[in-house]
């Protein structure tokens, strides 16, 4: 893992990236914050409260908005966790609506230690590696509402 002030991006830090998302154009107007950062633990939590702002024709939840609201945090954590010697990048992203719901929505995305030791590993090579992950958006009785996967790329960088 990253070692030190120069292997990290000084625009990581918690704070600044929880007040540049929460004041990022389409986050604020879809009504989504960033409740919770730690990215040394690798743990965000996004809220999407139901406002005018965010609702779908139906009243409930727009379905867009849940999903915009996993959008970066995976690939931030790992670009954290991994340092400057990687690249990061998302490949793909789908979601699932299981339920509606005029609640609050949150998302809490975690990347565990061994999750980043294993990209570690098999970034080895030098290969470009594709990892799965899966972000349940929950409302506020804990109900499942939708299921986000997120493909992300990783590929080591080579050393000039």
Same mark, same amino acid.
């Given at each position: 893992?990253?070692?030190?002030?120069?292997?990290?991006?000084?625009?990581?830090?918690?704070?600044?990236?929880?007040?540049?998302?929460?004041?990022?154009?389409?986050?604020?107007?879809?009504?989504?914050?960033?409740?919770?950062?730690?990215?040394?633990?690798?743990?965000?939590?996004?809220?999407?409260?139901? &406002?005018?702002?965010?609702? =779908?024709? *139906?009243?409930?939840?727009?379905? +867009?908005?849940?999903?915009?609201? /996993? @959008?970066?945090?995976?690939?931030?954590?790992?670009?954290?966790?991994?340092?400057?010697?990687?690249?990061?990048?998302?490949?793909?992203? &789908?979601?699932?609506?299981? =339920?509606? *719901?005029?609640?609050?929505?949150? +998302?809490?995305?975690?990347?565990? /230690? @061994?999750?980043?030791?294993?990209?570690?590993?098999?970034?080895?090579?030098?290969?470009?590696?594709?990892?799965?992950?899966?972000?349940?958006?929950?409302?506020?009785?804990?109900?499942?509402?939708?299921?986000?996967?997120?493909?992300?790329?990783?590929?080591?960088?080579?050393?000039?």
């Amino acid at each position: 893992m990253k070692q030190g002030k120069e292997a990290t991006y000084p625009q990581l830090v918690p704070h600044i990236i929880k007040s540049k998302l929460n004041t990022f154009a389409p986050f604020l107007g879809a009504g989504i914050r960033l409740e919770m950062v730690d990215l040394d633990n690798g743990l965000c939590v996004v809220g999407l409260p139901m &406002t005018r702002l965010n609702k =779908s024709l *139906t009243s409930t939840q727009f379905g +867009a908005s849940m999903h915009m609201m /996993t @959008d970066p945090f995976i690939c931030t954590m790992l670009a954290h966790k991994l340092g400057k010697d990687y690249q990061v990048w998302d490949i793909s992203s &789908t979601i699932e609506y299981l =339920s509606t *719901t005029d609640d609050k929505v949150t +998302a809490r995305i975690k990347i565990s /230690t @061994d999750e980043v030791l294993e990209i570690l590993e098999l970034a080895k090579s030098g290969d470009t590696i594709h990892r799965d992950y899966h972000i349940d958006i929950t409302d506020s009785q804990q109900k499942i509402i939708a299921k986000v996967t997120k493909t992300i790329g990783i590929k080591r960088l080579e050393k000039a």
